[in-house]
């Protein structure tokens, strides 16, 4: 996966971070991995969970827990392996 933050809704938000959770939804929800952290900087980061299990849906869970109010956006690209 690599993500890069582009923009916000506040200035504020420059060279924050927010973290990225990877899940495991088949059955009951698990959390797979380490938490990453990703700043928000302009700059493309990448990671690359291991652990997730073939033929089982996966997501990401992105958490932003500095402001509630100022949004976030940016792109980025997610892979399987």
Same mark, same amino acid.
Request: a positive charge; one cysteine or more.
């Given at each position: 996966?690599?993500l890069?933050?582009?923009?916000g809704?506040?200035?504020?938000?420059?060279?924050?971070?927010?973290?990225?959770?990877?899940?495991?939804?088949?059955?009951?929800?698990?959390?797979?991995? +380490? %938490? $990453? *952290?990703y700043?928000? !900087? &302009?700059? /493309?980061?990448?990671?690359?969970?291991?652990?997730?299990?073939?033929?089982?849906?996966?997501?990401?869970?992105?958490?932003?827990?500095?402001? +509630? %109010? $100022? *949004?976030?956006?940016? !792109? &980025?690209? /997610?892979?399987?392996?």
């Amino acid at each position: 996966m690599s993500l890069r933050g582009t923009g916000g809704s506040d200035p504020t938000y420059f060279g924050k971070e927010v973290k990225v959770e990877m899940w495991d939804a088949y059955g009951t929800d698990t959390k797979v991995g +380490p %938490t $990453v *952290r990703y700043s928000l !900087n &302009g700059n /493309a980061y990448g990671y690359c969970w291991t652990g997730t299990y073939p033929y089982h849906e996966h997501y990401f869970r992105l958490v932003k827990d500095w402001s +509630p %109010t $100022v *949004r976030v956006w940016g !792109n &980025g690209w /997610a892979s399987a392996s």
